[in-house]
C-alpha cells in the first residue's frame, strides 16, 4: 500500500521553528498584559498630571503595532527556519544520494563527510565503512565464484572428453576410462562439499554447542594418520583441555583441514606436525606447526584465498582443491575467533587459532 506524500523534514523542521517563535512572542505579549495593563484603569481619567489613558486606550494604541512585529516574526522566522533545516539537513542530502548510487551499484562511492565530529559526520563515516565492506566482500565473492566455476569446469570438461573418447572409440580401454571417471567424478563432488562447507560457515548456519578442541585434534589425527604415515610424517597432539562454543562438526573440519594443510606441506624429510591447545583467561588457543619449504610474506598474505596453494593456484586435485585455509578462516570467522598465519624461519607454517572461551 502506498502512502500519501507528506510534509519534508525540512518543512516540518521549519514550521517547528516557527511555532517555538510564535508562541515564545505570544507569551510575551500575554506576560505584558498580565503583569502591566492589568493595573491600568479601563477608561481614561484626569490625574493631578493631566489626562492619563485607560487600559482600552493602551490597547487600541498597543495592539497594531504588536500584530504587525508578529507579522513580520512569522515571516522572519518562516524564513529563518527553512534556510536554517536546508543547513541542518544537508549532511542528509549527501548521505541520501550515497545511498542511492549504493543502491545503483556504485559502492565505491564515499560520502567523506567533512567538518566536526557530530551526529551527522558519524553517521556518514558509518555508511563509509559499511560500503567499504560490502564491497570488498562483493570483490571476494566475485573472485570466489569466479574461480569456483574454473575449478567445476576442469573435471566436467575431462569427463565430456572421456565421453566423447567412449563414444567414438568402441576398442577403447573400458575399465581405465571407467576408473578415471571414478577419479574425477569424486574430485568434483569433494570439492562441491567443500563449497557447501564453506557456505555454511559463512552463513553461520549451526547449533552452538560446548565443544572441546584437544577432542578434536585427536579425533582429526587418528582419521589422518594413515595418510602421515604413508608420507613419513609424524603427528603429535597435545596439550590442556579447550572448550569453546560452536559447531562441533565445523570445529572438527577446522582441526582437520588445518592439519590436513600441515601433512600435505610439510618437509620431504623428517616430516613432523605438532598440534597443541591451550585454555587462556578470554579464549582457547589451537596452534598446528610444521616444517616445510619458506614461505614469503607475499605468499603468507594468499594462503587463506580460496583456491590457493602455496605460491600458485591449484592445478590438479592430487593435494585437494586450494580450500582448506579458507574453510579454516570462514569456520574461524564464523565462530568469533582470530586465524593468524605465520612463516616459521626455518621454513614451514605456524598456525594459531583463538576462540571464545566457554564460561
Same mark, same amino acid.
Given at each position: 500500500?502506498?502512502?500519501?506524500?507528506?510534509?519534508s523534514v525540512r518543512w516540518q523542521l521549519t514550521l517547528s521553528y516557527v511555532a517555538v517563535v510564535m508562541v515564545t512572542g505570544g507569551l510575551l505579549l500575554a506576560i505584558v498584559y498580565v503583569f502591566l !495593563? +492589568?493595573? =491600568?484603569?479601563?477608561? &481614561?481619567?484626569?490625574?493631578? *498630571?493631566? $489626562?492619563?489613558?485607560?487600559?482600552?486606550?493602551?490597547? @487600541?494604541?498597543?495592539?497594531?503595532?504588536?500584530?504587525?512585529?508578529?507579522?513580520?516574526?512569522?515571516?522572519?522566522?518562516?524564513?529563518?527556519?527553512?534556510?536554517?533545516?536546508?543547513?541542518?539537513?544537508?549532511?542528509?542530502?549527501?548521505?541520501?544520494?550515497?545511498?542511492?548510487?549504493?543502491?545503483?551499484?556504485?559502492?565505491?562511492?564515499?560520502?567523506?563527510?567533512?567538518?566536526?565530529?557530530?551526529?551527522?559526520?558519524?553517521?556518514?563515516?558509518?555508511?563509509?565503512?559499511?560500503?567499504?565492506?560490502?564491497?570488498?566482500?562483493?570483490?571476494?565473492?566475485?573472485?570466489?565464484?569466479?574461480?569456483?566455476?574454473?575449478?567445476?569446469?576442469?573435471?566436467?570438461?575431462?569427463?565430456?572428453?572421456?565421453?566423447?573418447?567412449?563414444?567414438?572409440?568402441?576398442?577403447?580401454?573400458?575399465?581405465?576410462?571407467?576408473?578415471? !571417471? +571414478?577419479? =574425477?567424478?569424486?574430485? &568434483?563432488?569433494?570439492?562441491? *562439499?567443500? $563449497?557447501?562447507?564453506?557456505?555454511?560457515?559463512?552463513? @553461520?548456519?549451526?547449533?552452538?554447542?560446548?565443544?572441546?578442541?584437544?577432542?578434536?585434534?585427536?579425533?582429526?589425527?587418528?582419521?589422518?594418520?594413515?595418510?602421515?604415515?604413508?608420507?613419513?610424517?609424524?603427528?603429535?597432539?597435545?596439550?590442556?583441555?579447550?572448550?569453546?562454543?560452536?559447531?562441533?562438526?565445523?570445529?572438527?573440519?577446522?582441526?582437520?583441514?588445518?592439519?590436513?594443510?600441515?601433512?600435505?606441506?610439510?618437509?620431504?624429510?623428517?616430516?613432523?606436525?605438532?598440534?597443541?591447545?591451550?585454555?587462556?583467561?578470554?579464549?582457547?588457543?589451537?596452534?598446528?606447526?610444521?616444517?616445510?619449504?619458506?614461505?614469503?610474506?607475499?605468499?603468507?598474505?594468499?594462503?587463506?584465498?580460496?583456491?590457493?596453494?602455496?605460491?600458485?593456484?591449484?592445478?590438479?586435485?592430487?593435494?585437494?582443491?586450494?580450500?582448506? !585455509?579458507?574453510?579454516?578462516?570462514?569456520?574461524?570467522?564464523?565462530?568469533?575467533?582470530? $586465524?593468524?598465519?605465520?612463516?616459521?624461519?626455518?621454513?614451514?607454517?605456524?598456525?594459531?587459532?583463538?576462540?571464545?572461551?566457554?564460561?
Amino acid at each position: 500500500m502506498t502512502r500519501p506524500p507528506g510534509l519534508s523534514v525540512r518543512w516540518q523542521l521549519t514550521l517547528s521553528y516557527v511555532a517555538v517563535v510564535m508562541v515564545t512572542g505570544g507569551l510575551l505579549l500575554a506576560i505584558v498584559y498580565v503583569f502591566l !495593563l +492589568r493595573y =491600568v484603569p479601563v477608561q &481614561a481619567y484626569v490625574g493631578p *498630571e493631566g $489626562l492619563i489613558p485607560g487600559r482600552t486606550d493602551l490597547l @487600541r494604541a498597543f495592539l497594531p503595532p504588536a500584530a504587525w512585529m508578529l507579522a513580520a516574526l512569522l515571516a522572519a522566522s518562516t524564513l529563518g527556519g527553512w534556510l536554517l533545516a536546508g543547513r541542518v539537513l544537508a549532511p542528509l542530502t549527501q548521505i541520501a544520494r550515497a545511498t542511492r548510487q549504493a543502491a545503483a551499484g556504485s559502492l565505491g562511492h564515499r560520502i567523506a563527510m567533512p567538518g566536526r565530529q557530530d551526529e551527522f559526520r558519524e553517521l556518514a563515516d558509518s555508511f563509509d565503512g559499511m560500503l567499504a565492506q560490502l564491497e570488498s566482500q562483493l570483490a571476494e565473492q566475485q573472485r570466489f565464484a569466479a574461480n569456483a566455476s574454473h575449478e567445476l569446469r576442469t573435471p566436467l570438461a575431462i569427463t565430456q572428453a572421456l565421453i566423447d573418447v567412449a563414444a567414438d572409440d568402441p576398442a577403447a580401454d573400458r575399465s581405465a576410462m571407467l576408473r578415471r !571417471l +571414478r577419479e =574425477v567424478n569424486a574430485r &568434483a563432488i569433494h570439492l562441491t *562439499e567443500a $563449497l557447501l562447507v564453506l557456505s555454511r560457515a559463512d552463513q @553461520r548456519a549451526f547449533t552452538t554447542e560446548p565443544v572441546d578442541l584437544s577432542l578434536l585434534a585427536e579425533e582429526a589425527a587418528e582419521t589422518l594418520l594413515p595418510i602421515a604415515e604413508q608420507r613419513g610424517i609424524s603427528l603429535e597432539v597435545r596439550g590442556d583441555t579447550a572448550i569453546t562454543p560452536g559447531s562441533s562438526a565445523l570445529l572438527l573440519q577446522l582441526v582437520t583441514n588445518l592439519m590436513q594443510n600441515a601433512v600435505v606441506h610439510n618437509a620431504s624429510h623428517d616430516g613432523w606436525v605438532t598440534v597443541s591447545t591451550a585454555r587462556g583467561v578470554d579464549a582457547v588457543e589451537l596452534t598446528v606447526e610444521n616444517p616445510g619449504e619458506r614461505i614469503t610474506a607475499e605468499v603468507l598474505g594468499t594462503l587463506v584465498e580460496p583456491f590457493q596453494r602455496g605460491a600458485s593456484r591449484v592445478r590438479d586435485g592430487r593435494d585437494g582443491h586450494g580450500l582448506g !585455509l579458507a574453510i579454516a578462516r570462514s569456520i574461524v570467522r564464523a565462530h568469533h575467533g582470530e $586465524l593468524q598465519l605465520s612463516a616459521r624461519d626455518a621454513g614451514g607454517l605456524l598456525v594459531c587459532v583463538s576462540l571464545p572461551v566457554t564460561s
